[in-house]
């Protein structure tokens, strides 16, 4: 199941909370290197990197706690290819309608997110999503106290959306679909965890597409 692009990228997986070990399994599985990110040194030398999701407010306070976030920040600007899932999009973000006291993220991707859009651990679902430019067959997604992105900007291309109505709050009808998968150039981002499903498509997209 090896991509024809990804055999030798080295992906570092931020690895101070979330889904890292699922992370791991996919990208090694799909012929990446990995390294686990978890302080500053680490993110030199990357080809890409995977945010989990998680806590993305843990991530925030523990990112900045250990002296990574300035690396990572610095990595985006100069253009180092990052998928964010679910809480990975939330600290992708340039804007957070939502966040707990003090919050930050890492920016870079211009869209704006609410955390936990979906609602609660209860209000978890699937689906499947229709993402041609991921994959040919439906791409099947789990949401789990998942972000929405309420705002994207000019340069940032919409790949999924869900309806309004799977939204905790429901947006105006004429506000239209929610988007759920987004890309900015080199950055990458879900709403929903593709390392629980089995569904590979956006970790080999990234690998082939993304990562050049």
Not at 23 to 36: E, I, N, P
Not at 38 to 65: N, Y
Not at 103 to 130: H, K, Y
Not at 166 to 178: H, I, K, M, N, Y
Request: proline residues 6%; contains cysteine; negative net charge.
């Amino acid at each position: 199941m090896t991509g024809r692009h990804t055999t030798g990228s080295l992906v570092g997986v931020f690895a101070l909370q979330g889904d890292v070990a699922e992370h791991v399994r996919v990208l090694t599985a799909l012929g990446a290197r990995v390294r686990l990110v978890r302080s500053a040194t680490d993110v030199s030398g990357l080809d890409g990197l995977v945010i989990p999701g998680g806590e993305s407010s843990v991530m925030d306070k523990l990112s900045r706690l250990l002296g990574v976030a300035p690396a990572v920040r610095q990595a985006i600007g100069d253009g180092l290819p990052v998928y964010g899932t679910c809480a990975g999009m939330i600290m992708l973000a340039e804007s957070i309608a939502n966040p707990i006291a003090g919050q930050q993220s890492f920016g870079g991707l211009d869209i704006t997110v609410q955390r936990n859009a979906f609602g609660g651990q209860v209000e978890s679902f699937e689906t499947a999503l229709e993402v041609p430019e991921v994959s040919g067959d439906p791409v099947h997604a789990v949401f789990i106290r998942a972000p929405a992105v309420l705002r994207a900007g000019p340069d940032v291309q919409v790949l999924a959306s869900v309806p309004a109505s799977c939204l905790e709050s429901e947006r105006p009808a004429e506000a239209g679909p929610v988007p759920v998968a987004v890309r900015q150039g080199s950055l990458l981002a879900t709403s929903f965890h593709p390392e629980v499903t089995g569904d590979w498509s956006f970790h080999r997209y990234f690998l082939e597409h993304v990562i050049r």
